[in-house]
């Protein structure tokens, strides 16, 4: 009955600590994640931990040294007897000085954090495109977006690809993988109905995938960046010929 339970607390809370940390002696366990929209890469190696950030270092108190004169050889006897010194009182201090302690053992935690691109957003025509004639949009990302991180002796390799949603401003919306272009190649464009200011926004979404030791993982969550442009179309003026 006994070993019936621990075989179900084993199953319910994965293995114990130490078995994990047992794992992670000489090889470091790597885990790439998102945490407010920013890549947060992950290792652990052994019982110690270092945390990398980012602090102002205690400065070290200086102490002036007042260097003592030298006296002077003597060949003949002085006139006057020096004057004798006087010793400065000594303040005691009330209190002890805060001294850090250094810490001998720490869970290992080394965090890197590898920010994606940003969008910019253009159109075509760029000035004053006319109603119910195509207008062709692209951004400059790229498809492909890779980083390589040397984290405690292990390196990392994350491999991200963006994927996008167009929102046009009078309802229209077109998601796609690919980043557009300008016409004729481009693949991504809309026709608006009615003349007016529309906002336009590009709602980026990057997934993909970290590389440690030759084994592919997944990272876990994703990493969404919003750009916003303005874009206004006019009407097309009436001309008559013949």
């Keep these: ?13 994965g293995m114990p600590a130490g078995v994990a940390a047992e794992e ?38 200086t102490v002036k040294v007042t260097p003592t004169a ?20 000594v303040i005691k201090r009330t209190h002890k000085p805060r001294v850090k302690k250094a810490v ?17 957003v253009a159109h075509q025509p760029e000035f004053e495109p006319l109603v119910n004639v195509p207008v062709y949009f692209w951004c400059d990302l ?49 026709t608006y109905k009615q003349p007016g200011t529309y906002q336009i926004t590009l709602l980026t979404t990057w997934n993909g995938t970290y590389l440690h030791n030759s084994v592919a993982r997944a990272v876990t969550g994703s990493i969404k960046k919003v750009t916003v442009a303005v874009v206004t179309i006019v009407k097309a003026p009436t001309t008559f010929k013949g």
């Design 104 to 120: 001998t053992k720490v869970n290992l935690n080394d965090r890197l954090t590898a920010m994606v691109p940003t969008a910019g």
């Design 142 to 190: 790229p498809t492909l977006f890779q980083s390589r991180i040397d984290i405690i002796g292990e390196v990392v390799d994350v491999t991200l690809r963006p994927s996008f949603v167009w929102s046009f401003g009078d309802g229209g919306i077109y998601p796609t993988t690919e980043n557009g272009a300008p016409y004729p190649n481009g693949k991504i464009h809309h």
């Design 1 to 13: 009955m006994f070993t019936i339970i621990l075989v179900l607390l084993l199953a319910v809370w």
């Design 24 to 61: 992670c002696a000489e090889t470091a366990c790597i885990n790439v994640y998102t945490d407010n929209n920013q890549i947060i890469i992950e290792a652990r190696k052994g019982s110690t931990t270092i945390k990398k950030s980012i602090t102002h270092a205690t400065k070290k108190p």
């Design 70 to 89: 030298k006296a002077a050889p003597l060949f003949f006897k002085p006139t006057t007897a020096p004057k004798p010194s006087v010793k400065k009182p």
